[in-house]
């Protein structure tokens, strides 16, 4: 009995150690290759509008997150294209259809991008809850992220053959989550500090109430070689906030602060070559 446990521990580290290792190789290969001269510019932005199709994500008393997402994200889009010209938006999805999660993260490493930005709104049994929040990878903190960490990434659930894509990750079980606390993101420094600033320009560019920067496991940023953030733009269940989400305005404000942050961003990683 003993031998037999000892044998699934040895094997469990030596699938970890793996997985480690592939990660570790990934990163490498993705900043010593041609990529390498262009690592500290931003030139290739991954606009990521989260769920869309058959899956709705969060939802409020009359509006679905897949929407507000897709409105904010071709927004911010739209924003970037017009005053960043040295600068390629690439969208994982510009209208209401249905992106697997693994490709999301293919879209950003095949595309070589330099920044990921992956766009949300929240939701809580709690309505008075509201603001915004920035999550950039990492471990659970508290259970509240753990548990935002486990709703988007049931995604996979939806997605065929998600067993054997996804490598038998379960987004219901916290043990599964404990893999990304294996997986710290190689560029966590630089996602943190596009997370800050995107928080900052939504708190004094939108007016928004910011709820900070958190850490999680989301699986999209976990696939993810570069820069990468997934940003919450508010709560859905809270009334007043979910007619701001709705509102043009409301979102064209949003997504400008997200692109002054990016813009800053851009120009202090720049000025450091």
Known sequence: MRFGNNKRNMVRNIISIGLFLFFLLLTTSSSSGPHKSTRNQVRKIVIDAGHGGHDPGT????????????????????????????????????????????????????????????????????????????????THKTKANLEVAKRENSVI??????????????????????????????????????????????????????????????????????????VETGYLSNPTEEKDLNDEVQQSYIASAIFRAIRDYKQDMESSN
């Open 59 to 138: 939802s409020g008393n009359f509006s679905r997150e897949k929407d507000v997402a897709l409105k904010i994200a071709l927004e911010l889009g739209s924003t970037i294209e017009k005053h960043l010209k040295d600068v390629e938006v690439i969208y994982t999805r510009d209208d209401d259809k249905f992106i697997d999660l693994d490709v999301r993260a293919e879209i950003a490493n095949k595309k070589n991008a330099d920044l990921f930005v992956s766009i949300h709104c929240n939701a809580f049994p709690k309505k008075h809850i509201y603001g915004t929040e920035t999550y950039v990878l990492g």
């Open 157 to 230: 659930l939806m997605e065929d053959d998600y067993k054997n894509r996804y490598e038998g990750f379960d987004p219901k079980s916290p043990d599964s989550h404990i893999l990304f606390q294996l997986y710290q993101n190689a560029f966590l420094e630089n996602s943190l500090d596009l997370a800050a600033r995107i928080e900052n320009q939504l708190s004094t560019r939108a007016g928004r109430h910011s709820r900070g920067v958190k850490q999680a496991g989301f699986w999209v940023l976990w696939r993810t070689s570069m820069t990468a953030v997934y």
